[in-house]
C-alpha cells in the first residue's frame, strides 16, 4: 500500500481561545500533516483544535475507519493520541473528509493526523542609503 503525505497549513482563529483577555491577539499559524493510505478528494474543515492552540499544544492521533460507497468515512475509531486533547478533533477531521463514491467498501484504512504550531517566521529588514 502506498502511505501518502498531506500538509495542511493555515493561520486562522480556530487555534484562538475562545474569550479573549486581548482583543488584539493575532491568529497562531499551525500546520496539519495527514499521513493515509487513501487521499480524500475533499477535506472539509479540518481545525486545530482551540483548547490544544490556546495552550501550545501539539499532538497526534492515529485512526482507523471504514470508507463507505458513498466515500465518507464510517466506524471510524480513534486509537493512540499523544493527548487526549486532540481525540475529538481526530474524529472530526476524518468525519469532514470525503473520499470519493466507492464502487465496494474499503476496511480497515489508516491515518494519521499531527498538529503542530509553526514557529513565526523572522521578517529581516534593511535601510538603503
Known amino acids: 500500500m502506498k502511505l501518502i503525505h498531506?500538509?495542511?497549513?493555515?493561520?486562522?482563529?480556530?487555534?484562538?481561545?475562545?474569550?479573549?483577555a486581548d482583543e488584539r491577539a493575532q491568529p497562531k499559524?499551525?500546520?496539519?500533516?495527514?499521513?493515509?493510505?487513501?487521499?480524500?478528494?475533499?477535506y472539509g474543515e479540518v481545525r486545530y483544535p482551540s483548547y490544544a492552540g490556546a495552550r501550545d499544544l501539539e499532538g497526534?492521533?492515529?485512526?482507523?475507519f471504514t470508507i463507505a460507497v458513498s466515500g465518507k468515512a464510517d466506524a471510524i475509531r480513534v486509537?493512540?493520541?499523544?493527548?487526549?486533547v486532540f481525540r475529538a478533533g481526530a474524529k472530526a477531521a476524518v468525519e469532514a473528509m470525503d473520499f470519493g463514491a466507492r464502487s465496494a467498501v474499503i476496511d480497515r484504512v489508516h491515518m494519521k493526523i499531527r498538529?503542530?504550531?509553526n514557529e513565526p517566521?523572522?521578517?529581516?529588514?534593511?535601510?538603503l542609503r
Open 6 to 20: 498531506i500538509v495542511l497549513a493555515a493561520s486562522v482563529a480556530g487555534v484562538m481561545p475562545a474569550a479573549f
Open 29 to 42: 499559524p499551525f500546520t496539519i500533516a495527514i499521513s493515509s493510505e487513501v487521499t480524500p478528494v475533499s
Open 60 to 64: 497526534d492521533c492515529a485512526v482507523t
Open 79 to 84: 486509537g493512540e493520541c499523544s493527548s487526549d
Open 115 to 117: 498538529w503542530s504550531l
Open 121 to 127: 517566521t523572522q521578517i529581516h529588514t534593511a535601510s
